[in-house]
Structures are given as C-alpha cells and as structure tokens.
C-alpha cells in the first residue's frame, strides 16, 4: 500500500530530526499532531544536503550535491522517490505549495558552502537567507496554510527567526567551523586573529534584533503552532544568552550548548505559559 510506504518515509524524517536535533524534535513535539510530519519532513530534508556538504569530507561533495538537487526535482516531478527523505519533502511541498524559488534559495546556499570560505555583507545575507529564512518560510507554509493573508503578514517574522536560529549556530561554531571547515561566515572578521570583544557585541546586537522581530511573529502564530515555536525560540534565546555571558576567548576554544534538562524546563515553561494565556 502506498500509504504504508509514505508513512515509512515520513517515520525516518522523524527519525532523522530526533537523532539530531534534541532541540527541535522537543519543539516539534509541542506542535498540533497535524503540524509534525510535514516539520520533520522539511527538516529531514535541510538536514541530509547539509550533512553532504559538511560531513561528507572523503566523498565528493559536488557531485553528491548535484545528485540531491537533481533528485529533489526529480521527485517534484513524478511525485514520488525512492530515496524516503525526499518522497516525505516532496509529499510536503506538494501538498502546502511550498515555492520552488524557496528549494532552489536553499541548495544554492548549501553550494556556497563548497567553494567559499569567508563571506562580504552581500553573500553573508545571500547565505542567510537561502539556508535558514527560506526554511522558516517553508515552516510558515505549513502553519498558515489555510490562511494565505496570515502568511504574508508574518514572512519578515519567519525569516528572522530563521536568521537569529542560523546566526547564533555561527557563534556558537566559530571554533568547529574555522578549524574543521576552513570558513568565517561573519563578514570582516579574521579568525586567524581573534575574535575581539567589539566584534562579538555587534554581531549579538544583530542577533538580538532578529530575536526581537522574530517574537512579535511567533505571537500571532495560529495555536497549534505557536507552542513549539516559542520552545524552540526559547532554546536558542538561552543558548544565546550563555554566548553572550562568555567571553570571545572562551567561544573560540570551547562549544557553548544548553543541557537536554534545560530545554525540557523551557518546553515545561512555554506549555504552562500557553495555557495560562
């Protein structure tokens, strides 16, 4: 049965979301039981072109990232795939009309990722955007499919929480991505020589800003929604808090995260808050 079939597939995109990301698989659990399977597909998704370009270290990455491309739009066209990270996405941008300029936003930044080791203002944003506000808006699909006029209103929201989730992964990898990778992703900054504390404060002001806009947005959220993206909003306002408590030097030598019994107290704390409101 087909059903069974697309039901597997969208098992291991929950799967996928699970062993990697404790933060948002708890913010995926807060959703609506509707809202869940299309999140894990879209995660299971960035998640699999992010790993070829980032882990992939003995294969080659290009041609790898060529054949997900071409097998993404493979599969927008049939319908169906046999690769099952790919059939569950393709299930979820068929049925929420999730845009193909959002896709392809989204893998041309996983390209940058290839052949740029450090970025100016004008393809800093271009990465911003194509690797983590594209995914937001894809996520707004979702939630605000029956309400196209919600959707608009809450795009700039939805970007920006994607960026300040995205920016605060670049401060609190500057030490795995500099080292492992090769790359500084903050424009102007030269990790080969510090990252000074006047550097490090406006990078946080931007961050903040994004956090600021992005909150208005999760407000005005429809209900079955707004729950799991205020814990994931609150997971990353509390790692970045700790960021911002450590000094550059500790940043460079250290990964700054938040214990697994930190975020099931701030997914306590965002369903208490819920009901109560």
């Given at each position: 049965?087909?059903?069974?079939?697309?039901?597997?597939?969208?098992?291991?995109?929950?799967?996928?979301?699970?062993?990697?990301?404790?933060?948002?698989?708890?913010?995926?659990?807060?959703?609506?039981?509707?809202?869940?399977?299309?999140?894990?597909?879209?995660?299971?998704?960035?998640?699999?072109?992010?790993?070829?370009?980032?882990?992939?270290?003995?294969?080659?990455?290009?041609?790898?990232?060529?054949?997900?491309?071409?097998?993404?739009?493979?599969?927008l066209e049939r319908g169906i795939s046999l690769n099952p990270v790919l059939d569950a996405f393709v299930q979820t941008v068929r049925q929420?009309?999730?845009?193909?300029?959002?896709?392809?936003?989204?893998?041309?930044?996983?390209?940058?990722?290839?052949?740029?080791?450090?970025?100016a203002q004008d393809s800093y944003e271009t990465y911003i955007y194509g690797s983590a506000e594209v995914v937001g808006l894809m996520c707004?699909?979702?939630?605000?499919?029956?309400?196209?006029?919600?959707?608009?209103?809450?795009?700039?929201?939805?970007?920006?929480?994607?960026?300040?989730?995205?920016?605060?992964?670049?401060?609190?990898?500057?030490?795995?991505?500099?080292?492992?990778?090769?790359?500084?992703?903050?424009?102007?900054?030269?990790?080969?020589?510090?990252?000074?504390?006047?550097?490090?404060?406006?990078?946080?002001?931007?961050?903040?800003?994004?956090?600021?806009?992005?909150?208005?947005?999760?407000?005005?959220?429809?209900?079955?929604?707004?729950?799991?993206?205020?814990?994931?909003?609150?997971?990353?306002?509390?790692?970045?808090?700790?960021?911002?408590?450590?000094?550059?030097?500790?940043?460079?030598?250290?990964?700054?995260?938040?214990?697994?019994?930190?975020?099931?107290?701030?997914?306590?704390?965002?369903?208490?808050?819920?009901?109560?409101?």
């Amino acid at each position: 049965m087909l059903s069974l079939y697309r039901d597997t597939n969208f098992a291991i995109s929950r799967l996928i979301t699970r062993k990697y990301s404790t933060s948002f698989s708890l913010g995926i659990l807060a959703f609506q039981p509707s809202f869940r399977a299309p999140i894990y597909s879209i995660y299971g998704f960035v998640r699999y072109a992010d790993e070829i370009v980032d882990t992939f270290h003995d294969y080659d990455k290009a041609l790898l990232l060529d054949e997900f491309r071409r097998d993404t739009y493979l599969a927008l066209e049939r319908g169906i795939s046999l690769n099952p990270v790919l059939d569950a996405f393709v299930q979820t941008v068929r049925q929420y009309e999730i845009g193909t300029d959002l896709i392809d936003a989204f893998l041309d930044s996983m390209a940058m990722d290839l052949r740029q080791v450090t970025y100016a203002q004008d393809s800093y944003e271009t990465y911003i955007y194509g690797s983590a506000e594209v995914v937001g808006l894809m996520c707004l699909r979702v939630f605000c499919y029956e309400q196209a006029g919600l959707y608009e209103e809450l795009q700039e929201g939805a970007r920006a929480l994607g960026a300040a989730f995205q920016k605060v992964n670049f401060l609190r990898d500057l030490k795995d991505d500099y080292q492992g990778r090769g790359r500084t992703y903050f424009p102007n900054l030269n990790l080969g020589v510090q990252l000074d504390s006047h550097s490090k404060k406006e990078i946080e002001r931007d961050i903040q800003n994004d956090f600021d806009q992005a909150y208005a947005a999760i407000m005005r959220l429809p209900r079955g929604a707004r729950i799991g993206v205020l814990t994931a909003f609150r997971f990353y306002k509390n790692l970045f808090r700790k960021i911002q408590q450590a000094s550059s030097e500790q940043i460079l030598m250290e990964r700054i995260r938040i214990s697994n019994a930190e975020k099931a107290a701030l997914l306590c704390y965002s369903v208490l808050q819920h009901k109560l409101t």
